[in-house]
T-cell receptor, first 109, second 113 residues
Framework: AQRVTQPEKLLSVFKGAPVELKCNYS??????LFWYVQYSRQRLQLLLR??SRESIKGFTADLNKGETSFHLKKPFAQEEDSAMYYC???????????FGKGTHLIIQP | NAGVTQTPKFRVLKTGQSMTLLCAQD?????MYWYRQDPGMGLRLIHY???????AKGEVPDGYNVSRLKKQNFLLGLESAAPSQTSVYFC????????????FGPGTRLTVT
């Protein structure tokens, strides 16, 4: 079965510092990868998906099939980036997303 | 468009009670999903539906039932609530398959005492 691993439960960095949230996946086929963000007590919102290769709110993520990773990066963290971040995988068909356990990102002033 | 809405927002149940959570979407999406979110566990899929009148089991279906009598609504039922079902429940929908984003509802916070 497919699996998504986010090794950091909590990541704390200072404002202006670079941020990297790690995501690794296990699946033998070609999945779609996503990053979702959840601000305090709000619904999940799509941040990025690998097929669009776009940058949202300064975040980027590159799918590395050799390392089965989809790390989320931002060069200069801002306080409003503080949130829960979930990496998710979709293997196709009508199945739902498989989520990692999430990383709580805290940006300190 | 309201997007994906969920009712109720909060609920407290006693063990053994039953309740139904309602998810509604006004985007004419075919696919709908119910997830539960627990601390340290991320989101896990409970049940999903690929269209009106269809349902399928997800990763953690035990203790829940679902129905999709109308395309816009997806109901999640707890017949006999247990403390282990204390969670935040999120509904999601999406238009189609590959490349289509899942849109999430605001969540229902359920506590079972």
């Amino acid at each position: 079965a497919q699996r998504v691993t986010q090794p950091e439960k909590l990541l704390s960095v200072f404002k202006g510092a670079p941020v990297e949230l790690k995501c690794n996946y296990s699946y033998s086929g070609s999945p779609e990868l996503f990053w979702y963000v959840q601000y305090s007590r709000q619904r999940l919102q799509l941040l990025l998906r690998h097929i669009s290769r776009e940058s949202i709110k300064g975040f980027t993520a590159d799918l590395n099939k050799g390392e089965t990773s989809f790390h989320l990066k931002k060069p200069f963290a801002q306080e409003e980036d503080s949130a829960m971040y979930y990496c998710a995988l979709l293997i196709g068909g009508a199945d739902g997303l498989t989520f990692g356990k999430g990383t709580h990102l805290i940006i300190q002033p | 468009n309201a997007g994906v809405t969920q009712t109720p927002k909060f609920r407290v149940l006693k063990t053994g009670q039953s309740m139904t959570l309602l998810c509604a979407q006004d985007m004419n999406h075919e696919y709908m999903y119910w997830y539960r979110q627990d601390p340290g566990m991320g989101l896990r899929l409970i049940h999903y539906s690929v269209g009106e009148g269809t349902t399928a089991k997800g990763e953690v279906p035990d203790g829940y039932n679902v129905s999709r009598l109308k395309k816009q609504n997806f109901l999640l039922g707890l017949e006999s609530a247990a403390p282990s079902q204390t969670s935040v429940y999120f509904c999601a929908s999406r238009r189609g398959l590959a490349g289509h984003e899942q849109y999430f509802g605001p969540g229902t916070r359920l506590t079972v005492t």
